[in-house]
């Protein structure tokens, strides 16, 4: 089994190690435009964002050729997935590829324009995440099918959702609206867990205009020196079984 995973604060490359295989992530696949995958079972773990998955998901399963008897799509998330399990079938149907299971992990949201991390940490243990997981495992031994049909009024809630939260969330250009206050030390830790590439450190920290609004860099930062404006949030969250130079090796 080979699993893509994409991940800015660790939950997802908890669940993708929890599930097991061979993991590869999304962004250095992308970066080393490596997209032939073979395997007998191929799956996608990413986050939820605005509802849908994050723009280089959608990239990445449009430019891929996998080749495999089972492939499946799990989204780790907060609060809710919307329509986002239609947008994963449509995106895999674009790419030639059936969709045989789909399911979400609910976890720490980690939007901070929305949630504050302490609440969140705080409320996890009640949504038992390993026995989301377990089941999660044991349907993809048993090769569970899931039949996912996108009506019409699953395309119009699309459309809807698009435009009242992917449209104005996300924008590759987000980055240029994040703040950096006096603590930053420049120790460049937010370029590395960049999944985009999209920062330079030098004198400065200067974001360019491809990012992925994934917050790796504001959740890893030591100095907690970047934010965004809202942020209900100035506590930060990293997935506990997870640590800074995993997500600097998943990402960089
Ligand atoms: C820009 C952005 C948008 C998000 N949108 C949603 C959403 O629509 N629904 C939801 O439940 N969680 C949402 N989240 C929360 C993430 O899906 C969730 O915290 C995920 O588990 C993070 O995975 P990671 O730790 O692997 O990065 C969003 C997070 C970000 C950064």
């Known amino acids: 089994m080979t699993i893509c995973y994409f991940t800015a604060t660790g939950n997802c490359l908890y669940v993708a190690k929890s599930i097991g295989g061979k993991l590869l992530s999304i962004p250095q696949l992308m970066k080393t435009e490596q997209f032939e995958i073979t395997d007998?079972?191929?799956?996608?773990?990413?986050?939820?964002?605005?509802?849908?998955?994050?723009?280089?998901?959608?990239e990445f399963i449009a430019k891929a050729k996998i080749q495999t008897d089972y492939f499946f799509f799990i989204y780790t998330y907060g609060s809710g997935y919307g329509e986002a399990f239609c947008h994963a079938k449509l995106a895999a149907e674009e790419a030639g590829l059936d969709l045989a299971y789909i399911n979400a992990v609910k976890m720490v949201d980690n939007y901070l324009p929305g949630f504050e991390m302490q609440e969140q940490i705080r409320t996890l243990p009640q949504k038992d995440v390993d026995g989301q997981i377990k089941k999660i495992c044991s349907d993809i031994s048993?090769?569970?099918?899931?039949?996912?049909t996108v009506t019409d009024t699953n395309r119009q809630q699309m459309e809807m959702y698009s435009n009242m939260l992917a449209g104005p969330i996300l924008k590759r250009t987000t980055?240029?609206?994040?703040?950096?206050?006096?603590?930053?030390?420049?120790?460049?830790?937010?370029?590395?867990?960049?999944?985009?590439?999209?920062?330079?450190?030098?004198?400065?920290?200067?974001f360019s205009d491809h990012c992925e609004v994934c917050y790796?860099?504001?959740?890893?930062?030591?100095?907690?020196?970047?934010h965004i404006v809202p942020e209900q949030s100035s506590a930060r969250f990293r997935n506990e079984h997870v640590e800074l130079k995993d997500i600097i090796e998943a990402n960089q």
Not at 50 to 55: K, L, N, S, Y
Not at 142 to 148: E, F, H, L, N, S
Not at 181 to 189: L, N, V
Not at 216 to 224: D, I
């Open 216 to 226: 790796a860099c504001l959740h890893n930062c030591p100095m907690n020196a970047l």
């Open 40 to 58: 007998k079972a191929v799956g996608i773990v990413c986050p939820c964002y605005a509802v849908e998955m994050p723009m280089m998901v959608r």
């Open 142 to 148: 048993a090769r569970k099918q899931v039949d996912i």
């Open 175 to 206: 980055a240029q609206k994040y703040v950096i206050d006096d603590t930053c030390i420049r120790c460049g830790i937010c370029a590395k867990v960049c999944p985009a590439d999209n920062i330079t450190v030098g004198d400065q920290v200067v």
